[in-house]
C-alpha cells in the first residue's frame, strides 16, 4: 500500500490523541496549531539542507519533525522523517533529494487534513 492509499493521519493513533485530551478542544486545537508552525518549519528547512549537502542539518529537522509528526498521528511522515534521519546519519546524502520531494508532498496532505480538523474543532488555523 503506497502512502496515497492511506489517510494523511491514522485513525487510531487520532482516537488516541482525543482520549488523552478528554474532551478538550483547546487542547486539541493548541496542540494542531502548534505542529502547524513547527512542522512548516521544519519541512522547510529539509530541502534546504540536502541540497547543501548539511547532513547535521537534516538529521535535526527530519529527528524533530518524526516524532512531531508521531504525535498528531501523522504516521506516513512519520516513516519518511526517520528514513531522513537514517540517510542523514549515513552521512551519505545521495538518496536524501527523492524522498525530501515525496516527504514535502506528503506533509501538505497532512496540513490539508490538520488544518481541517482544526476547523472543525473551531480552531483559527
Known sequence: M???DTQPIDAKAWASLEGIADGD???LSTLIEQYLVDSNELVSAIAPAVEAADAEALARAS???KSASANLGAMVLTQMAEQ??????????????GLAAEACAEYARVRTELSARLEKLGGAG
Not at 537514517?86 to 551519505?92: E, H, K, L, P, Y
Open 63 to 65: 529527528h524533530t519533525l
Open 25 to 27: 478542544l483547546e487542547f
Open 84 to 97: 531522513l534521519c537514517a540517510i542523514a546519519r549515513s552521512g551519505s546524502l545521495d538518496e536524501a533529494e
Open 2 to 4: 503506497s502512502e496515497t
